[in-house]
């Protein structure tokens, strides 16, 4: 049996037990049918076409707290315009009857095309202008997370429009990361680049708190999604290894015993850590060792995914790894009292468990975690997690705390904690709506199947 029809087994089993407990009075339509309202008018109806630049190309960087365009530089990063051109291409096939998505489509990947891939050494540039002119003196380096979410939009695009353009592309982004980023010694992909793509070796005086030279977690969850995402599009030998190998890697070496990512690691894998160095080290240096509870849930989620595009059958050991950490971010990272996964935790030395560092609740993290709350439900209808009501408590969290009903898309963390976001910027070079728009795509397509 694949992944999808061990998801289908798990809910016949729990339909059918539900309905002679006769305990189930829950209208997964309605739900449903709410949350596509919210993506649709509230997220998408609000972002485009509004966000296509016409003038200069690509999408607009950055909005007003009441989703008014920024008269200011509009400075435009790969991961922005790949994330709007992933989302435009996603809504042209979810939606076909909104032309303007399959417009937009093609408007940000000629923006991604003519003006972030480097024509002279090849990958994307991680920020141009807002006409599209490198800002190197800004942005020095090219990055492994921003080439990956280039993949990721090209791939999409190209299962959204047929443009061979876009597969031509692609293809070749891939085959530069795979000749200046991936690591043939150690396996994964080297995060930090110059321009002609040669990888940086983190110098000797580099200040303690800084990430450059290191591998990642964040790098490699987003690789592996991209290669996912291709994978689907592009059945390539090559690219089935490293998407292999890098689910392998994320699986059972980022993830620690605990059931936690580390975030930042030497080239050969070896965590960094600060915690044999006192609290005060700890702190200093939280940035690079720290729980993520956002990133925890969302891995649990695309690892598998990855193995479903991958058609490994009866992948237990991917499924008891996910399971295992969300469950560690619902023991430890879970508000009890409002929903919501809080930002970040700790383990000091000494202490059996997690001690939350910062209780904020950004938004991506909420948007992903109904998502891979609403699969664990699936998977493990009878779990005394109860995932299901796991999953509805933080979408009436969302409801009340992120999405702004007056505005339109959501405040960038939960007003519970932050209620200064109401007036916060809307959108920037790192807040966008792709993370919303895939985990509500998601919930409300699993809500339908069942």
């Known amino acids: 049996m694949n992944l999808k029809t061990i998801l289908l087994s798990s809910f016949l089993l729990s339909f059918l037990s539900c309905q002679e407990k006769e305990v189930s009075t829950i209208n997964y339509a309605e739900i449903a049918d709410q949350m596509e309202k919210s993506l649709k008018e509230n997220l998408l109806g609000t972002w485009y076409p509004k966000a296509i630049d016409l003038d200069s190309g690509g999408y607009f960087s950055n ?58 050494h090849g990958g994307f540039y991680q920020l141009v202008s807002r006409s599209g002119q490198p800002l190197l003196e800004k942005s020095p380096f ?21 443009d061979s353009a876009g597969l031509d592309l692609v293809i070749k982004a891939f085959h530069w990361l795979e000749e200046k980023s991936h690591d043939p010694v150690h396996k994964g992909y080297f995060q930090h680049l ?12 580099t200040p303690s708190t800084s990430d450059l030279g290191y591998k990642d977690q964040n790098s490699s969850i987003h690789l592996l999604e991209a290669l996912t995402e291709l994978y689907e599009v592009w059945k ?3 690219l089935k290894e490293r998407l292999e190998e890098m689910l392998l890697l994320v699986r059972d070496t980022i993830v620690n015993e605990k059931g936690s990512l580390v975030l930042f690691l030497q080239p050969d894998w070896t965590p960094v850590s600060f915690q044999d160095q006192g609290e005060a080290e700890i702190m200093k240096h939280k940035s690079l060792d720290h729980v993520s509870y956002g990133h925890d849930v969302e891995t649990a989620y695309l690892i598998l995914e990855s193995s479903h595009v991958l058609g490994w059958e009866n992948d237990e ?10 469950d560690h971010a619902l023991e430890h990272g879970w508000d009890k009292d409002k929903a919501g996964f809080f930002d970040e935790g700790y383990y000091f030395p000494g202490e059996e468990k997690p001690r939350i560092i910062k209780d904020s609740k950004n938004w991506w993290a909420q948007s992903e975690g109904m998502n891979t ?25 969302n409801q009340d705390y992120l999405i702004d009903h007056e505005h339109g898309d959501w405040f960038a963390g939960g007003l519970d904690k932050q209620p200064q976001l109401k007036t916060g910027d809307k959108g920037h070079v790192w807040k966008a709506n792709y993370h919303q728009f895939r985990a509500m795509q998601g919930c409300i397509d699993r809500l339908r199947s069942w």
């Open 236 to 238: 390539d030998p090559l």
């Open 142 to 162: 090219k990055t492994a997370y921003g080439n990956s979410f280039g993949i990721y939009a090209l791939a999409a695009y190209f299962g959204a429009t047929g």
């Open 373 to 397: 709350l609403l699969m664990m439900a699936e998977l493990f209808p009878d779990d005394p997690w109860d995932y299901f009501g796991k999953f509805e408590a933080l979408w009436q969290y």
């Open 63 to 120: 909005f007003t707290p009441d989703f008014q365009i920024k008269d200011n530089s509009q400075e435009k990063m790969i991961v922005t315009q790949a994330r709007h051109l992933w989302s435009n291409s996603k809504a042209a096939k979810r939606y076909p009857e909104e032309a303007h998505y399959k417009e937009g489509a093609k408007h940000g990947f000629e923006f991604l095309r003519d003006k972030m891939w480097d024509h002279e």
């Open 194 to 205: 110059a321009q002609d793509g040669t990888p940086i070796i983190r110098p000797a005086d």
């Open 317 to 326: 050991v991917t499924l008891t790894i996910a399971k295992k950490m969300v």
